[in-house]
């Protein structure tokens, strides 16, 4: 299901918030980036594991929610659509194991970039297809969310055209087009300078919100 974002209020508590969690999961992609990228020998891999576990058991001390809804339920981090826009596993900004996908609205249309390293690799130097095929769902559901309507993929086709390669800054877009009263279709592409790497094709089911336990913000 993919959700909205929104600009967070500059110095509220929901900026503050999220802003340290940018910085941590930044960090957290940069350790798994050197995790796959090290030729790490076995008394170094011990002496990072005992630190990682340490960070862990800290982590634990921590509140521990049960996903998103229970995080969202708790109304302190901002909205459903915030908090989801935020650790959704593909494209949330706060989510340590997602790629950073950068992207701004044109009405019906979502365009942005992503830049995909060595965690991501599926061919040798390439993108792992189901990384690709990630990206551009989450993309189109962004954009179908735009629509007004949340929703849920209910159909998707990828071409891969193109390995698509690592290390570079890759450009999405996507734009949607209302089928009926129930379903948007959204047409996404991904490329690297003038190659067209993938394109996809989706229809999203709109959901009522009720179903999750939150009212309709109309």
Request: glycine share 10%.
């Amino acid at each position: 299901m993919a959700a909205a974002t929104r600009p967070y209020e500059p110095g509220s508590l929901e900026e503050s918030y999220w802003r340290a969690r940018h910085r941590l999961a930044a960090a957290t992609r940069a350790l798994n980036e050197k995790l796959v990228s090290s030729d790490v020998d076995p008394e170094l891999a011990a002496a990072l594991t005992e630190k990682i576990e340490d960070l862990t058991a800290e982590l634990s001390k921590a509140t521990q929610v049960d996903g998103l809804i229970d995080m969202a339920k708790r109304g302190e981090r901002g909205t459903i659509d915030d908090v989801m826009g935020e650790l959704v596993s593909v494209g949330g900004r706060s989510h340590p194991c997602s790629p950073e996908l950068l992207w701004q609205e044109e009405s019906n249309r979502i365009s942005g970039t992503v830049r995909f390293g060595q965690a991501f690799e599926g061919p040798p130097g390439h993108v792992h297809g189901g990384w690709v095929a990630g990206v551009l769902d989450h993309l189109m559901g962004m954009t179908h969310v735009r629509t007004g309507y949340p929703g849920m993929t209910g159909g998707l086709s990828v071409r891969y055209l193109k390995p698509t390669p690592l290390n570079q800054v890759i450009e999405v877009s996507a734009e949607a087009t209302e089928l009926d009263a129930k379903r948007t279709e959204v047409k996404a592409a991904m490329r690297c300078g003038d190659t067209t790497t993938a394109t996809a094709e989706a229809v999203f089911v709109r959901v009522d919100r009720a179903k999750f336990g939150f009212d309709d913000p109309n």
